[in-house]
């Protein structure tokens, strides 16, 4: 079956860089139209994509957030990274990574999503 | 600001019929693009509840529909249960400058 799992810094300084490491199975990000992304939920508020990596390494950014974001994959590990430049406080969230298959339509979906992790950003 | 508006909350009895309304604009929902609508239990990550306007996932009950229509679409949830109260998101793509893979704000459905 497919799962996820997010892992990283529970904590993280301002000005910090962040970085997440999704661990996924049951799925292969060298299949063609297989995509990861990655989505974050502060505290009590809605739901913010952030990044995606496709099999094929093609890469999409939140606009906002673009200069700040970097995502990689490591095919082998079945792993998808972020880091995110210069952290600060507002970015205190659940980030979550999440399995985005391309099967052809207009707007991908998230299927499968990882349980997230939250992280805080405090001095 | 989310690009896709929601109710903040909703509530209903059992047994009920509940809807949750997303309202987007000409270059997201109007744009022809899907909507998609995601529950989330409190404390639990998001899960897909329906994906291309009105499709659900294996598992997922019949009481849960969708639907489309112009620029917004809709969440219908008939036979309200207890273990329906939770928060509702839809998602979509937006073809704007500031746009991709976008949420609604969201929307907490209490059952009474």
């Known amino acids: 079956q497919v799962t996820l799992r997010e892992s990283g810094p529970a904590l993280v300084k301002p000005t910090q860089t962040l970085t997440l490491t999704c661990t996924f199975s049951?799925?292969?990000?060298?299949?063609?139209?297989?995509?990861v992304s990655w989505i974050r939920q502060p505290p009590g508020k809605a739901l913010e994509w952030l990044a995606r990596i496709d099999w094929d390494d093609d890469k999409y950014y939140s606009t906002s957030l673009k200069t700040r974001l970097t995502i990689s994959k490591d095919t082998s590990k079945n792993q998808v990274v972020l880091t995110m430049t210069n952290m600060d406080p507002v970015d205190t969230a659940t980030y979550y990574c999440?399995?985005?298959?391309?099967?052809?339509?207009?707007?991908?979906?998230?299927?499968?999503w990882g349980q997230g992790t939250l992280v805080t950003v405090s001095s | 600001q989310s690009v896709l508006t929601q109710p903040p909350s909703v509530s209903g009895a059992p047994g009920q019929r509940v809807t949750i309304s997303c309202t987007g604009s000409s270059s997201n929902i109007g744009a022809g693009y899907d909507v998609h609508w995601y529950q989330q239990l409190p404390g639990t990550a998001p899960k897909l509840l329906i994906y291309?306007?009105?499709n659900r996932p294996s598992g997922v009950p019949d009481r849960f529909s969708g639907s489309k229509s112009g620029t917004s679409a809709s969440l219908a949830i008939t036979g309200l249960q207890a273990e329906d109260e939770a928060d509702y998101y839809c998602?979509?793509?937006?073809?704007?400058?500031?746009?991709?893979?976008?949420f609604g704000g969201g929307t907490k459905l209490t059952v009474l």
């Open positions: 998602q979509s793509y937006d073809s704007s400058l500031s746009g991709f893979w976008v």
């Open positions: 999440a399995r985005m298959p391309d099967y052809g339509g207009n707007s991908l979906y998230f299927d499968y």
């Open positions: 049951g799925f292969s990000l060298s299949t063609s139209g297989m995509c």
């Open positions: 291309g306007n009105s």
